[in-house]
């Protein structure tokens, strides 16, 4: 069982920078993919970025790829989600997922653990 509690989102004007955290509990969360996903307002949840255990790969959604960048510290239970260059269009709520599902790192149904997510808002 692994619980996830997000932080850091909040209100910015285009163009600021957030950095999201979220901090996992257990011991075991060096063996987790883990991975950022958001929803805005009536659109459905996406994937965001995702990193693999040991944090030497990522994949990005083209719609943040060269402004957003996921890391892990495995010593500190702690994913991270730097976004920067935001736009208003980044608006949404940004929610932690965690698996060990060696594939379909994209989807919403290979994510078993989720968090309660933090509202990011950018205005123009």
């Known amino acids: 069982q692994v619980q996830l509690v997000e932080s850091g989102g909040g209100l910015v004007q285009a163009g600021d920078s957030l950095r999201l955290s979220c901090v996992a509990s257990?011991?075991?969360?060096?063996?987790?993919?883990m991975a950022w996903f958001r929803q805005a307002p009536e659109k459905e949840r996406e994937f965001v970025a995702r990193?693999?255990?040991?944090?030497?790969?990522?994949d990005y959604a083209d719609s943040v790829k060269g402004r957003f960048t996921i890391s892990r510290d495995n010593v500190k239970n702690t994913v991270y989600l730097q976004m920067n260059s935001l736009k208003p269009d980044d608006t949404a709520v940004y929610y932690c997922?965690?698996?060990?599902?060696?594939?379909?790192?994209?989807?919403?149904?290979?994510?078993?653990?989720w968090g309660q997510g933090t509202q990011v808002t950018v205005s123009s």
């Open positions: 997922a965690a698996t060990t599902k060696l594939t379909d790192w994209r989807t919403i149904s290979a994510y078993v653990y």
């Open positions: 257990g011991r075991t969360f060096s063996s987790y993919v």
């Open positions: 990193i693999l255990r040991s944090g030497s790969m990522t």
